[in-house]
């Protein structure tokens, strides 16, 4: 079964104008000035859908939809914005069994929306059913995955909604039943020359996953720090939305821009207390103060060579090939501004990227790392049709069995 | 005692090898880019190189290639966060003595130097 990466880019836009769509209609029942931020497809374990929501409480309206698609979509938001919507819409009643309505309400209509058009655009019909209001902690707010195992690799289709001068958590899931989507996929392919495999693209998350574990591991080498790989997801969204997979806060880290097949930028990044945790840890003696000093900086410019190194080879080994990269450029700044000219320069060949995330991160000191690769599309679809799937687990190379 | 030219674009890394190596050998050098390693051989003719690949201005590669052109008899240790395969048979075809990769303890080096240069 095939995807291309036309029709990746087609289903992200009509996420993109559904959650649009669905969030007109909340600012016209509400008066609420609201957008959508963000809309991507991520390839990731089931069991690390909603990873994202940490451990806040939210509520939200969840349906089931059936026909050329079916699934599930779940309207997620936190309690302060339910409160706020529900005021808006029941002023000064807004609380109990008439508040859960009304939340109810709107995901209804919102919902309504963001269903219709993929029905328009599938020129079919796609039914769905009452919405039932939910309320849970982090991930748990989402639909249970029935039969789907933790380990299974889905698609998710996410749009996260902001609103005008106040700062929320409001985001729209969709859950697609796999077959159906891949079908779809398959069925749409219209350019089988940029077709990527399924399969493959399973293997090459797979592969991601292994890299973010060999950067953990060589972190907890180098530092005494124990890490852990946690999530690591491939994404796929509009360019304009690259920078913003990358969090608003100061990151220090390291740029390198690599080259072969795949050619494409990486990034490590920690927010500066990991970043001042990770280089002490580095270091021979003690640094006095609170601020970065070169010293650190130094260091967390080697961690950052040692941790692409980690990721990316399992590719190049895989791959039987080898990937290059530039000595790592030292970063320092907001999140967004790091990623947005590698973005830009990505951008100049193609409307959409994938975005590889990975994340790790020790509950021993507070240590947080962020690992996001920007391949070249075209060059990535390349590499995986060179992939042999059964060389997945190849990712490392012995030099004893080469320098004997 | 052994003479070492380490060859590291990363301040950080040529300290960690210094520390490792200077109480069993001479640091002779140490310097940031493979132009410079070359330059830095031909003056010190040190017993060992412990190389980084990746380097701006020249690659580890590329520059054990050239000291191993002119000077068959030359040791050099790839030292580098790489662990590609298709690397290290580069690494092999420019003359490479030994690898190791990145993050190393002090053992692994002091085993990876007495493959290369027997005490």
Partial sequence: MNVDIQSLGTFNQLAHEGAEQATA?????????????????????????????????????????????SGQTALVLDEACSETLTNALLPGDAGGEMAKSGVEEIGNIMMSGFIDGWADYLETTIEHSPPTYVEGIGKEILPTAGDTMADDQVFVFKSEIEWVDASVDFYIYMLPDQDSLTE???????????????????????????????????????????????????????????????????????????????????????????????????MPTGVEGEELTDQHTAAIEELGNIMTSGFVDGWANVLQTSIDHTPPRLVHDMGRAIIDPLAAQVGQHQDHAFVIDSRMRTDDVEFESEIYALPNDEELREALEELAVERAEETDADPEELFQ | MPEVLIADDSEFMRNLLREILEEDHQIVGEVENGVEAVEAYKDKEPDLVMMDIV?????????????????????????????????????????????????????????????????
């Fill in chain 1, 25 to 69: 209609s909340m600012s016209q029942m509400t008066g609420i000035d609201a957008d959508v931020d963000v809309t991507q497809i991520t390839l990731m374990d089931r069991g690390d859908v909603g990873e994202a929501l940490d451990e806040q409480a939210f509520v939200g309206v969840e349906f089931d939809f059936a026909g050329e698609l």
């Fill in chain 1, 184 to 282: 779809l996929m398959a069925d749409h392919a219209d350019a089988e020359s940029d077709a990527i495999p399924v399969d493959k693209l399973h293997v090459f998350n797979r592969m991601t996953q292994q890299g973010t574990r060999q950067a953990a591991e060589n972190v907890s080498m180098m530092t005494g720090i124990d890490v852990e790989a946690e999530v690591s997801q491939i994404n796929f969204a509009r360019i304009e939305d690259v920078p913003k997979q990358v969090g608003t806060g100061r990151y220090v880290g390291t740029a390198v821009e690599f080259t072969g097949l795949p050619s494409g930028f990486l990034l490590v990044l920690f927010d500066e207390t990991s970043a001042k945790n990770a280089a002490e840890a580095l």
């Fill in chain 2, 55 to 119: 380097m701006p201005i020249r690659d580890g590669i590329e520059a054990t290639d050239e000291i191993k052109t002119e000077s068959p008899d030359a040791n050099v240790i790839m030292c580098t966060s790489v662990g590609q395969e298709e690397k290290m048979k580069e690494a092999v075809k420019a003359g490479a003595d030994g690898y190791i990769t990145k993050p190393f303890q002090k053992p692994s080096v002091m085993e990876a130097i007495e493959d290369v240069v027997p005490s």
